[in-house]
């Protein structure tokens, strides 16, 4: 079985998180996907950063609900960078891309972006919203989705087939092998995060999951070799 490496926002273990220097990064890594998350700005562009205000993550403050593409672009993201859209990420990089969608309003401009570009085969969607995976199911034609989920039971496995997720990304702190067992049962495939060490990569194999989200472009190369 292939077992994924999936970059966190790029390889924010070692380069400012969602940055095109990030993705770059994790690229050059020879990880095997690239996770980013998407906002909104104030005026609709499809910008990539985690939280929902910039506080954390650069020299600004506030919430990007409330800033426009061009007041987000003014701040620096880490190290010089600038906070990137999603369209400079498909450029910048050639990586297979799981987008996480953190606010559901903007599920419709990722798929306007992805049919545009005819980027199913390229970019699997997740989020945390069921609403918005179920959103942008109909909207893009054979896109892949992956619900992911923090505190969960066996109810997300019911969850995931209720909205045509292919995959769910689960929390590895409240992995359980019956969680496992009626995942594999619904035909889904599972992906663990954080793994970013080699504790936490044993138990992901164990468990037989698909692969693993990191923080740490060396996971992928130890994970070759973790059973």
């Not at 924010?12 to 990030?22: F, I, Q, W, Y």
């Not at 104030?42 to 993550?57: I, Q, S, W």
């Not at 997300?156 to 359980?176: K, Y």
């Not at 995060?193 to 472009?217: I, K």
Request: hydrophobic letters at 45%; a negative charge.
């Amino acid at each position: 079985m292939n077992f994924l490496t999936i970059g966190h926002r790029g390889v924010m273990g070692v380069e400012p998180e969602n940055t095109l220097r990030s993705f770059v990064a994790a690229q050059e890594a020879g990880l095997d996907a690239i996770e980013l998350d998407l906002h909104l700005s104030k005026d609709g562009a499809l910008v990539v950063m985690h939280d929902m205000d910039v506080d954390r993550t650069t020299d600004g403050s506030g919430p990007i609900a409330e800033k426009t593409l061009a007041e987000l672009r003014a701040l620096d993201a880490g190290r010089g960078e600038r906070v990137p859209v999603f369209e400079e990420v498909l450029e910048a990089v050639q990586t297979p891309i799981q987008a996480e969608i953190k606010d559901a309003q903007a599920a419709r401009a990722l798929a306007e972006v992805m049919n545009r570009r005819g980027l199913a085969g390229r970019v699997e969607v997740s989020s945390f919203h069921d609403e918005a995976i179920a959103e942008i199911k109909p909207l893009v034609p054979g896109v892949r989705t992956a619900l992911i989920a923090s505190r969960y039971g066996t109810d997300i496995v019911d969850r995931a087939v209720a909205v045509g997720a292919e995959t769910v990304c689960l929390n590895i702190r409240r992995l359980t092998l019956e969680i496992v067992e009626r995942a594999r049962k619904a035909d889904l495939k599972i992906i663990g995060w954080v793994v970013n060490t080699q504790d936490h990569l044993r138990l992901v194999r164990a468990f037989g999951l698909d692969g693993a989200t990191t923080d740490h472009p060396d996971i992928k190369r130890t994970g070759r070799f973790t059973a």
